[in-house]
């Protein structure tokens, strides 16, 4: 009996002293990552709450982005300063995304979109603006238009979300493979695990960066809160696309609607055989129709060599159609 509770205990020492051990290099690595990758832009103050907020460029009207789901300013890394090139574009990270100090809460759409009104206030970002949302962004936009209509003179989806899609897109096996991955991942990160498994990286693989780009994404990603940031918003996010009614009208502001168009993939790792990739694209496709017809100034390019993340698979097709829009509207504006 003395015997097993010496190798119960000498078990325990070792079991925190791995612990402390993951913690310490957690750590000290994070700490590197934020001194090799500064935050580009400028920290505010909102809510007690250390937002970051990138503006580039000069010139009318402001394009300001909303990032897709679990993203954050760097996502738009490819095309920035490219569309800074044009005009001031200003891109912003979201509670616990990048370099933004995380919430731990759920926070529905109306507390976004008013949270980056704030933030836009307090940096003096005024005149005339260009909404520009991806994927979840767009839903975010969207919600910051009808709570905030002042100065917008257009808006940009990027392969946007629907406020409907929950009960409209097929499901599939693989629905809770991310979400298992996600709650693992929160658990394993402060202890610098998912940083040594490299756990992450298979989310950029995919989109053959170049290695400053990577690096600069992965910096963010292996941050210790960004597992539990990302828990947040996609509980945040579930919530807002379980409507009954469609998104609201957005009368004539001029639109620009950027789609997918690559031929659905089988998704192996997260459970999605290619006939339920074809049945989802066939739903997601009548939803960006839809979200074209919100206005009827609407128009809208098909990437045809892109999967979801556009401004990643065909940044030069973003960034040549956006700034194209942009400057219609400054002529419009003027």
Not at 26 to 51: C, H, T, W
Not at 74 to 79: C, P, Q, R, T
Not at 118 to 146: H, T
Request: aromatic content about 8%; some cysteine.
């Amino acid at each position: 009996m003395q015997t097993l509770k010496k190798v119960f205990g000498v078990i325990f020492v070792l079991l925190i002293g791995l612990i402390v051990l993951g913690f310490t290099y957690q750590s000290v690595q994070q700490n590197k990552d934020r001194a090799n990758f500064p935050a580009p832009g400028e920290l505010y103050d909102i809510d007690d709450m250390s937002l970051h907020l990138d503006c580039r460029g000069d010139g009318s009207p402001t394009l300001v982005m909303e990032a897709g789901l679990t993203s954050g300013s760097f996502s738009w890394g490819l095309v920035h300063d490219e569309l800074a090139s044009v005009t001031q574009v200003c891109a912003y990270d979201r509670p616990g995304m990048d370099w933004s100090a995380p919430i731990n809460r759920v926070a529905d759409a109306k507390e976004v979109s008013d949270r980056f009104n704030q933030l836009l206030n307090k940096a003096e970002v005024v005149g005339p603006k260009i909404l520009l949302g991806m994927s979840a962004g767009g839903v975010y936009v969207r919600e910051f238009y009808k709570n905030h209509p002042q100065d917008i003179v257009g808006m940009v989806f990027v392969d946007s979300s629907h406020e409907q899609q929950a009960n409209r897109l097929p499901p599939f096996e693989g629905a809770d493979t991310y979400a298992n991955m996600i709650n693992a991942c929160r658990m394993l990160q402060p202890l610098g695990v998912v940083r040594i498994s490299g756990l992450l990286n298979q989310f950029l693989d995919q989109y053959g960066l170049d290695e400053a780009t990577k690096q600069g994404m992965l910096a963010n990603m292996n941050q210790s809160h960004t597992c539990s940031a990302m828990h947040w918003e996609i509980q945040s996010f579930t919530g807002e696309i379980k409507d009954e009614l469609p998104p609201t009208t957005l009368g004539d502001l001029p639109l620009l609607v950027l789609s997918q168009g690559e031929e659905p993939k089988a998704m192996p790792e997260s459970g999605v055989t290619l006939e339920q990739a074809r049945a989802q694209r066939d739903v997601w496709n009548v939803l960006q129709l839809e979200l074209t017809d919100l206005s009827s100034n609407g128009r809208r390019f098909v990437a045809k060599k892109s999967g979801h993340v556009i401004q990643l698979d065909q940044p030069e097709l973003l960034i040549e159609t956006v700034n194209a829009f942009v400057l219609e509207l400054r002529d419009a504006v003027e």
